[in-house]
């Protein structure tokens, strides 16, 4: 009987596709082409998560486009303190969409800011990246010079990348009032002063969402048409939220809502897709092992994850030639190394308990009695008869002095 | 009170102390089947075993079955099967190996497949550990053992009349991550899951599924380590290159692991070309490997 269902793929049906796959290598991703190729240059920007894919991108081969580099002489060291490399310019963790359209326009001269300078202590700190420079910049002067070249940066961002990866982060957001202008870090906290005259909280909904994301394809599109996005959705919940309301509460609606706004823009472009870094960090079959200790860092095991279903899925590599059918003819031994049964040693092992023997003084050659050693170990008796072992010494230096066995 | 006898290979210990937990006032006898049996006159001896017992829980194949009770005279026990657990994702580089000249396994029985190409071709302990690495490992089809593991796990809890139990078991397994110390040893937990299952053929109902059972784990004593590139492979936490024979053969580190089996191979009197390990494919060994060391192909 045909229904609707027959004919679908194993990765639309849960069995096959979720508890079916080997562990980290369930892959929502599918059946996404490889689109990424050799020679594209691939810039990332979003929240803290797209570090990590920054991170990876760099060192896997891929042409990562990073426009805003460490003067030269720069300590490597030092150059990465100060966020040089971290992103593909130095912009900072871009929590929200509207802050990256806001990012966009202020490249282009399309937005000024009220808000230039924000005071910490005795130095400058830029309000939409005030941790970019760890110390802070000497003066107003010296931090309104390096925005300019800054923006300079983040223009050919958007005008070389073919690809730009979009790691949504937040819906959560602090703005000014005057002019609507988005920080990614609410004032007071990392410089500035919170003034709830000059500045209120926001919370996009869904629809705000889409419609910024809209926003930004379309700006991205008139000055690089042939520019591609990847979105993804930051798996990494709120560390605090300014909702009247558990955190948990406030980080499901935030990924729903980007993850919504995310489907609906894929949906509505043909140069916009979905990465799902979310889902294999979510994944019930992840287990809950992708989260750290504090139930919010991603361990290492669940980027690795990540970027092993982004490299196989969306990327091609000049150097591709993996041979399933090579690999395949390798395994097919294995099941029948279950059919030789354990020996006698580790039966008895296992049934007369597992207690190591108590740790004894090496015996020398000259004082070992070949005899009674075989008398007292039969099995060792029985190997040596079998011609295993050329002798109970033999068997004593090899084996028998660090099981413990009895020597007399 | 019953008197349950448990015939099973190494997994016999494991599977006793959690029917102790799951039956207190049962006598559970731990019986491991000599299997195959020296002589007939072993058969009996074995079969005596059996005698006047009320439950046999075995690893037998259903053709020894038949052949040991036809032995047993008196008060014949119902029999409880219970499959052996093997597993080869985690451990794809362990394997049997033999000495061709005698046709004997190697003394200890476990071999690195990487280590028993290497003393074959004469290379040297550091030659060998550079063959320790993803690269090898993928094309050696090491991080593809998953799917035909499972294929095995599963026919075998097929061929044991449990084909229905496979997901109740499996699925609760594989949640926990490498379950397994070595291909055919499994961590205590995935005993205690299957004998869980088979103490519903024996009187329990569902509700055991979810009892808490701590017994011993009597298969720790070796462990086979857990690479550190398939644990990438399989995101999974633990890897290492920490060989544990026994509690007190343990190495730290391929060079350590290498030095201990040349030199075991060597005292045994294996001669290189006498290295033969089991049930791989050595061609693809020479294909991935022989290039990397300067080997004509």
Redesign the interface.
Known sequence: MSHPYAKLEDYQFWPKAM??S????VNPALPMQKMILPGHRIATIGSCFAQHLARHILHSGLDYLVTEKAPEGVDPVVARQRNFGVFSARYGNVYTVRQAVQLFDRAFDAFKPADVAWKKDEVSVDPFRPGIEPGGFQSPEALAEDVVRHLACVREVFVQSDWIIFTLGLTEAWRSKADGAIYPIAPGVAGGVFDPEQHEFVNFTAGEVAADLCAFRDRLHQVNPNAKIMLTVSPVPLAATYENRHVWLSTTYSKAALRVAADEVVRKFENVFYFPSYEIITSPA??N??YDDDLRSITE??V??VM?VFFRSCCQFPDEQ?S?S?????????????E????ED??A??????A??A?QPAVKQEDFDEALYLQLNPDVAK?VE?????SGW?HY???GR???RRVG | MRKVVVSS??????I?AVLKALFPADEIV?C?LP?PFASDDNAKQFALNLQNCDVWVTIAPAGVIDSVMALVSDGKPSVVRVP?I?F??FH?D???AQNLA?G??T???YNSAIAVWAYKHRLDIEDTARLFNRANF???????????????LKQ?FESYQLASDFDRFF?NV??T?AFMHS???PKIHVLVRLVKIISMRMGRDASVLEKSVDV???????VWPLYPEIA??????GGSYTWKL????VFEGIRNYLEYSFK?YV???IAPENLQM????EA?FDTVLKPQVGLPA
Not at chain 1, 326 to 338: E, R, T
Not at chain 1, 349 to 354: D, S
Not at chain 1, 386 to 390: M, Q, S, V
Not at chain 2, 216 to 222: H, K, N
């Open positions: 508890t079916a080997a562990p980290g290598h992840a287990g092992r992708y095991l669940g690795n994850h092993r993996e399933a090579v690999a395949q003819h390798a395994i097919d031994g294995l099941g029948k190394d279950m030789i049964v354990c020996d580790m039966i092992q296992a049934v007369h308990g597992n190591s023997p740790s190997a079998a011609k295993k072992f050329k033999h230096e090899l084996h660090r099981e413990g | 290979n190494c997994q016999t210990a494991g006793c731990p491991p299997w052996a093997g080869a994702a794809p362990l394997c049997y005698t004997e396994l003394a200890y029985h993928r094309r050696l089809g090491y991080f593809d053992a998953w799917a035909t593991s499972v294929a095995y075998a699925l594989q949640r991550g291909i055919n040893h011993d784990d009597a298969l720790c004593g070796t990438h492979e399989l995101a999974l936490g026994n509690p007190l053969l075991a005292t045994q009197e089991l049930h791989r494919e693809l």
